[in-house]
């Protein structure tokens, strides 16, 4: 039955959207022609039913793995009648046949959103185009899953009495419920800026409203996918148990891409705000961030990208390749035809100089973008050419993100501080110089510790000094709503305020980063029960095993007092369900001033555990606890979420600034379809 | 003094010190760590653990891991250069055991593709500064 | 004032690069079951080993000549072994059927007894599985991902490396040639 209704609502869906994309280009023909278009005729009504269609797909799948209704190929591979409710509703984007359905569900309510945000508009052919654009790719999608990629598909042969359930690494841990949908949302939303671009180019119009809008919703977007991509790195860190939190595997890197494009277009429209400039840079780029999107989809989907070793699926590859083939050859026409008209007739004036620093931002993002791109695609290449096997992994990446990443401190340390048009160096200076001084004495007083590398310090010393340009400004604009007698927390939201909030977040995470990389330590302890020993300048000690079992787990844990206060639980854990996967569980002792990450790595012979490595040779009863000692880790996330605090009171208006600063650019309206 | 050399005392004064404390914390006037110990991370952060997708031998505790790993110290003491003990890996495993491809042939464009790009950021900021000073 | 077109230009030169990268992508083989690989075993005698099955008999590689040995090494938490186990079985149970004497053994990679058990009930996988605790089976063998079948001659050689999913009768003609080539 879910089977049913399931593929009806997608089918359902599909026809409406695009129904609804005909009917919209129909009524833009007919504005166009200047013919009165009868209110039923109008394409935007129809993403009710659109809405319905998603909606019962949606719920019929949801239905089925509430109920453990194995007739369903995908609820027989991911959900077991043991897994609790979290779990089954998050099984629908777990894994990757089901996740599809959640990228439809959010770009319907995306679009809906756009419809009802500007309906007082919708007679404006931007507004039309728009929302001919993203009936378009609701069609795409929903097609997918109407067809080629049916989640809905049913099981061959008997039923099974058990399902396989989750995949264990995805069920231990709630924020599988919060970090696919927080991706999707990201990814998903930069599909409006997308639509706007391609409108305003086809109607030859660029002025300051769609603009605004299209930032709005850029940096909505991009605040979400900053959000989700730091979540999901700290999920891979508390579940996988290696210690770390970022591999640069496709997948991931299939994430940064549009995140890394995206930080360079949220910059390069704040220039265009202002000064008019960078017109066509910044309808490349957002259309370069849509693609990378659907790049995006295509890498995780096509299997294209996975070891030899994967068995590759599907007829789906293709078709999201000729998706975005359409994508960028039809952006790139739309450039190559109306590109030329749209070039500001102002032109930066010099290099030092706000506008000069967001270049620099820009370059730097988008060519460290295409490193990453390149990284990535580099072994399907050359096996391609050579017929060999090769990797390209952290060394390569990291090599690459430590330069990017002091050069984008620096920036962040010497732009806020610097004017638009020109800026004065003694000026700058002496904006900056405290902040430095602070920076100069704590990387005296780091090295007089011992503290050793120069990359570190230079990252330290950027770092204080771009927190200091941030708070500068912050301490600025409070002071200017106390002296407009307005409410204190206008000073800390709109852009201004908003970004520099985020642009701590960014120095939390930085420092972070760099802290635990550069002073991680790992040990592999061997404990008898009742040792203690010492590791990175904390002590764990073995104090016993633990069996757990539940209808959803079986697991094996090793009771360890660590720094002689807190238990902790690294385990061994087998989780129900067909297929019965054993995963080492981690346990983390987070602190703010560094984590102690514990996993169960092998136990003395002679002990019936289930699961851990046995290892001759050990005596028996003893335990091998693989310990890392991360320093300031937890400021990675605490980064993470101011950036998103950030994000969201940037995207509050603060007061109109006056519109002195900007440069008079006449800009031509032209009117075509 | 002029103003203008005034100004720059303050400045000037910061990167001196801060230049100094750089490099000693450059770590170049300390004891060199062992040679052996340096030569073994190095080689463990570029080899990958053989059953696992990504991770290096340093970063994984399966068996093959650790087993390459005590290989791996082993050469190192017995003095065999690191490019053969690369050499003995990639013979067994392919060349997909390492986390990054040997920097020849067709490989060589991972590394000079961000050398370029680092060169267009150069390019560009000279342009506008170049056309800036034409300009009146 | 006469406008340059360098905007068009760029773009124009761009849609012909994306479209090159496209063509690429899209040419790219969708994998038929699994890649016979040109490992450097293949011609030589296979690496020794003995090892416990899972109910705890001692194989060795020396009882295994004689015939054709498919050496199958798969995990529970490996996707495509899951994808490939059905094919195992239906091609184990195709050489008995034809009295072809292949012997299929599996071989554990990086896995626990527990996962392991559970995984063959599952899929209803009859044919011996091999431990290999220490991992230095797989070493030997140079496999570093699972799946990953090893196809041996009666006379001990190394016949073939298949990566990858197999599928039934993809094995079976790669037995059949090991059956048939140089001992």
Known sequence: ???????????????????????????????????????????????????????????????????????????????????????????????????????????????????????????????????????????????????????????????????????????????????????????????????????????????????????????????VLTVGVVLGAWWSYQVLGWGGFWGWDPVENAALLPWLVGTAYVHSIVVEERRGLL??????????????????????????????????????????????????????????????????????????????????????????????????????????????TVTVGPPYFDAVAVPVGICVLFLMAVAPVLSWRHADLWVSWRRLAPSAWAATALVVVLVATGVRGVGTLVAYFLAVVAAGAAVRTLAGNLRSTRGRAAPLWHGLVGRSSGGMIVHLGVVLACVGIVTSVSFATRAEVTLAPGQTKAVGGHTVTYLGLREVSDPVRKATQ????????????????????????????????????????????????????????????????????????????????????????????????????????????????LEAV | ???????????????????????????????????????????????????????????????????????????????????????????????????VPPASGLSTALWVAPIVLASVLVLVLATVAIRRRRSP | MRRSHIVRIVAIVAIVAFAGIAVFLATRPVAQGATQVDSPLIGTMAPAFSAQTLSGTDVSLESLRGHVVALSFFASWCGPCRIEAPELATFQFDQRHRGTGVELYGVVFNDSDVAVRSFLHAYGLEYPVLTDPSGSIANDFGVTGPPVTVVLTPGGKVAAVLEGAVTSTQLSQVTEAAGRGPA
């Open chain 1, 1 to 223: 039955m879910p089977a049913v209704l399931g593929t009806l609502g997608a089918v359902i869906a599909f026809a409406a959207a695009l129904l609804g994309l005909v009917v919209q280009l129909v009524e833009l023909r007919l504005r166009a022609l200047r013919r009165t278009v009868p209110v039923w005729l109008e394409g935007r009504w129809l993403i009710a039913l659109v809405g319905a269609g998603v909606l019962l797909a949606v719920g019929s799948m949801q239905y089925a793995l509430i109920t453990h209704d194995f007739a369903l190929a995908y609820v027989a591979d991911n959900n077991a009648t043991v897994t609790p409710l979290l779990y089954s509703i998050t099984g629908m984007w777990s894994a990757l046949e089901g996740s599809i359905l959640l990228w439809g569900l959010i770009l319907t309510i995306v679009t809906a959103a756009v419809i009802v945000l500007y309906r007082r508009r919708h007679t404006d052919p931007v507004v039309g185009w728009a929302t001919a654009v993203l009936f378009g790719c609701l069609t795409f999608f929903l097609w997918l899953i109407a067809g080629p990629a049916s989640p809905f598909e049913r099981t061959g042969g008997t039923l099974p009495s058990q399902g396989a359930g989750p995949n264990a690494l995805l069920q231990d841990n709630p924020l599988v419920a919060i970090h696919p949908p927080l991706i999707y949302t990201g990814l998903v939303c930069f599909s409006v800026p997308f639509a706007f671009v391609v409108a305003t180019l086809v109607v030859g119009r660029f002025d300051d409203e769609w603009r605004l809008e299209s930032r709005r919703w850029a940096v909505f977007a991009w605040t």
């Open chain 1, 279 to 388: 017109r066509v840079w910044n309808a490349t780029l957002g259309m370069a961030v849509f693609a990378l999107t659907i790049l995006a989809t295509y890498f995780t989907r096509s299997g294209v990208l996975e070891s030899v070793h994967a068995f590759s699926s599907s007829t789906l590859g293709p078709l999201i390749l000729a998706f975005l083939t359409v994508v960028v050859v039809g952006g790139l026409a739309l450039l190559a035809w109306r590109g030329d008209r749209l070039r500001s007739p102002v032109r930066i004036d010099e290099p030092m100089s706000r506008e000069g620093a967001f270049v620099v931002n820009n370059v730097l993002f988008v060519g460290f973008a295409a490193v990453v791109l390149l990284g990535t695609v580099f072994p399907l290449a050359f096996q391609a050419i050579r017929h060999e």
């Open chain 1, 558 to 669: 090793v009771v360890v007092r660590v720094d002689g206060r807190g238990v902790f639980y690294p385990a061994v854990t087998q989780f129900a369900g067909r297929s019965g996967q054993v995963v080492g569980t981690p346990a983390i002792d987070s602190g703010v001033l560094g984590d102690v990450y514990l996993t169960f790595d092998a136990i003395g012979q002679g002990s019936s555990v289930s699961g851990a490595q046995l290892v001759p040779g050990l005596r028996p009863g003893s335990v091998v606890l693989g310990v890392t000692v991360q320093p300031l880790l937890a400021w990675l996330w605490t980064g993470g979420l101011v950036v998103g605090i950030g994000g969201l009171l940037a995207l509050i208006p603060a007061r109109r600034r006056a519109r002195g600063s900007r440069a008079a650019v006449p800009t031509a309206v």
């Open chain 2, 1 to 99: 003094m002029s103003p203008g050399a005034r100004r720059l005392l303050g400045p000037g004064l910061l990167l001196v010190v801060l230049g100094v404390a750089l490099l000693i914390g450059s770590g170049v006037f300390d004891t060199p760590a062992p040679a052996a110990s340096t030569r073994i991370a190095a080689l463990e952060r570029i080899v990958r653990c053989p059953s696992c997708q990504d991770l290096s031998v340093a970063q994984s505790n399966a068996a093959s891991s650790i087993a390459v790993r005590r290989e791996i110290a082993d050469a190192v003491h017995a003095g065999i250069s690191s490019q053969e003990i690369l050499n003995t890996l990639t013979a067994r495993y392919g060349t997909s055991i390492l986390l």
